[in-house]
């Protein structure tokens, strides 16, 4: 029985996320999602707030997933839950560089698990959550990236971000 996990931050979830989730889903007996604490930068959206959002979108898209959230080394991740594979998107060119290096370090960490890439597809609109964050902070429209079950939550919760940032 293949399992892949899809690693990420999903901070906050996308609906290029679920493009690749799903795509995932299609290829895998089991597909893991695991919500990963970065420690090189601060998440906008707390660990737990992210899983609860990963869970409604991934339901409201009828995924049938298991959501697990990490904090540490993602090898130590892939280890527990006997992945043979982990996927991961790729939005062009800018994204290169980085997965290489991914796919390289995990090579060395994980030699009996392959990385798999997909590019997102054309109906997935091709913007990073940094972007998200951003355009949503200061108050956007970002309806078009952000699954519509949890948009409002988003929305929220980065207009919440924006206001305590501005001291107010």
Not at 61 to 69: G, W
Not at 79 to 103: H, I, S
Not at 116 to 137: C, H, K, L, P
């Amino acid at each position: 029985m293949p399992t892949c996990i899809v690693p990420g931050s999903f901070d906050p979830v996308t609906i290029g996320h679920i493009d690749i989730i799903t795509r995932a889903a299609h290829l895998f007996d089991r597909v893991i999602v695991g919500v990963l604490q970065n420690r090189r930068k601060a998440s906008c959206f707390p660990l737990d707030m992210r899983v609860t959002l990963l869970h409604r979108a991934c339901e409201a898209y009828k995924l049938d997933v298991t959501i697990m959230s990490h904090d540490g080394l993602l090898a130590d991740l892939v280890n527990r839950t006997d992945a043979t594979a982990m996927v991961r998107g790729l939005r062009g060119v800018a994204d290169y560089d980085y997965e290489m290096q991914f796919a390289s370090l995990h090579q060395l960490l994980l030699p009996h698990v392959e990385t798999v890439y997909m590019m997102q597809s054309i109906n997935a609109v091709n913007i990073s959550s940094g972007f998200v964050r951003e355009v949503g902070r200061l108050g956007g429209d970002i309806s078009a990236w952000v699954p519509p079950c949890i948009w409002d939550d988003v929305k929220k919760h980065l207009a919440g971000e924006a206001l305590a940032e501005s001291g107010l």
